[in-house]
C-alpha cells in the first residue's frame, strides 16, 4: 500500500471534491468543512478519520478515485440518516432498541480488546496457572460398589464377617479387583 502524507492527500480530495461540485469556493474560506448534507457536515477531520478505518480494514485509500468514492459513500450516509431522521426512525422504539444493543456490544468489544492478554504467555505460564488450579481441572476418583463376594469361615460370627467386608470398602478395591475370595463387580 502506498502512504500518501495527509497534506498531500488532502489537497487531492479537496481538489476532486472542488471538480465534483461537492465543495465550492466562495468569498469565505470553506474552513474544515468538506460537505453538508442538511444539518451534518462532513469535516476534514471526519473524513480523515474515516479513511484510517478503511485502510485499516485494508479498504484501497490511496488515490483520488478511492478518497472520491469514500467521501461519496459518507454523503450517502448522511442523507439516508436525514431521510430516517424524518421519518421518524430515530423515535422508533425497536431502532433504539437495536442502537442500545449495538452500543452494549461495542462496549464489550472494547473492553475485551483492551482487557486481552498480549503476546505469547511466558515460559511455564501455562504450567503455573494449571498447578495453581489443578482442581478446576480434576475430577475426583469416585468408586461405586454394587456387590462384594468374600469367603468367610462358615462358622464366623456377624462381627467377623463385617471386618472381613469393612477391611474391602470401595475406598480400597479398585473396579474388576479379583483376589483372594474377592471379587468387585
Keep these: 500500500m502506498q502512504t500518501i502524507p495527509l497534506h498531500q492527500l488532502f489537497c487531492s480530495v479537496f481538489a476532486s471534491l472542488l471538480g465534483l461540485g461537492l465543495v465550492s469556493c466562495s468569498s469565505k474560506p470553506p474552513g474544515n468543512v468538506l460537505a453538508r448534507v442538511g444539518d451534518a457536515e462532513i469535516t476534514k477531520e471526519t473524513f480523515l478519520s474515516e479513511l484510517e478505518i478503511r485502510a485499516r480494514r485494508g479498504q484501497s485509500v490511496g488515490t483520488p478515485e478511492d478518497q472520491k468514492s469514500i467521501l461519496e459513500?459518507?454523503?450517502?450516509?448522511?442523507?439516508?440518516?436525514?431521510?430516517?431522521?424524518?421519518?421518524?426512525?430515530?423515535?422508533?422504539?425497536?431502532?433504539?432498541?437495536?442502537?442500545?444493543?449495538?452500543?452494549?456490544?461495542?462496549?464489550?468489544?472494547?473492553?475485551?480488546?483492551?482487557?486481552?492478554?498480549?503476546?505469547?504467555?511466558?515460559?511455564?505460564?501455562?504450567?503455573?496457572?494449571?498447578?495453581q488450579q489443578r482442581k478446576q481441572f480434576t475430577i475426583p476418583e469416585k468408586i461405586h460398589v454394587a456387590m462384594i463376594l468374600t469367603k468367610v469361615p462358615s462358622k464366623a460370627g456377624a462381627e467377623q464377617v463385617q471386618v472381613r467386608i469393612l477391611a474391602f470398602s470401595p475406598a480400597v478395591v479398585p473396579h474388576g479387583y479379583e483376589g483372594e475370595g474377592v471379587a468387585v463387580v
Design 73 to 131: 459513500d459518507m454523503i450517502q450516509l448522511e442523507m439516508l440518516v436525514a431521510k430516517a431522521t424524518a421519518a421518524g426512525l430515530d423515535r422508533d422504539p425497536e431502532i433504539a432498541r437495536q442502537y442500545k444493543q449495538m452500543l452494549a456490544t461495542g462496549f464489550e468489544q472494547r473492553e475485551r480488546a483492551r482487557l486481552a492478554p498480549v503476546g505469547e504467555p511466558e515460559d511455564g505460564a501455562i504450567e503455573l496457572f494449571y498447578e
